[in-house]
């Protein structure tokens, strides 16, 4: 049978861009942000972090980020939502060291995590073994299937992939909680970093405005392309 409320929570999804002043409670929060890092990721490499902006002149600098848009301007709680391209390493081997601490690991996670992913991950100094290593992948591939093995840019792709489905998750937990959000990706990336004081291999994947709907905090009818457009059997 389907859950009829986790439907319920993805069809009253919508992007609210003008919100109430009611602050998220804290628990309401957690639950959401526990349940966004409950979200699928390539690997399990979780490349995600959550910025809850808190510090009142940061929030001011990350509204101006934000183009000054409506979502940023009246919601109560702006979070961003940061992707790691350089974190892969770190988190791999806590991955492991977790596994190691229920029981010696299994012969496909020692396959998995010490040889597979260095070999897909791998991008050498200043990512020049990138190319050679998607080269090699794109020939051997003329012959048979095999993984794209990575440059920085796909490593890059891949975290922003992961980031924005913790992302998804994170705007339907809320709306479980009975809060609102709305996805910015119109924000100035180069001051969203210096203000977030993020790392060289880090980026902002999106913002999130966070808070309760008002009462025209919808500002648009619900448009879908046609079905056939979005699906395809084949
Ligand atoms: C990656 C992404 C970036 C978006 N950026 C913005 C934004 O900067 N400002 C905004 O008002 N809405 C933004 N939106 C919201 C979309 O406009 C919205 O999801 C779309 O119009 C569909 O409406 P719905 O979410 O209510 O179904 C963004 C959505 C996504 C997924």
Known sequence: MPDPQFYA????RRTVRDFLPDPVPQEALDRALDAARLAP?????QPWEFVVIRDPATRQAANAAC????????????????????????NRDEIVRIFESRGPLRPSQTAYY??????????GPFGLL????RLASRLISLFKPTPNLMT??????????????????????????????????????WRAKALLDLPRGAE??????????????????RVLMPRAWAVREI
């Open 67 to 90: 183009l000054d848009q409506a979502p940023a301007r009246t919601a109560p709680l702006l979070v961003a939502l940061v992707t790691h391209r350089d974190t892969w390493q770190r």
């Open 130 to 133: 990138g190319p050679l290593k």
């Open 41 to 45: 990721s390539s690997s399990n490499l």
């Open 152 to 189: 920085r840019e796909d490593i890059r792709i891949m975290a922003h992939k992961s980031t924005a489905l913790a992302a998804a998750t994170f705007m339907l937990a809320l709306r479980a909680e009975g809060y609102d959000s709305c996805p910015m990706e119109g924000f100035d990336p």
């Open 9 to 12: 929570a993805v069809e009253s």
């Open 114 to 123: 010490k040889k597979i992913i260095p070999l897909i991950y791998t991008t």
């Open 204 to 221: 902002v994947n999106m913002f999130l405005a966070v808070g309760k709907r008002s009462e025209t905090g919808v500002w648009w009818d």
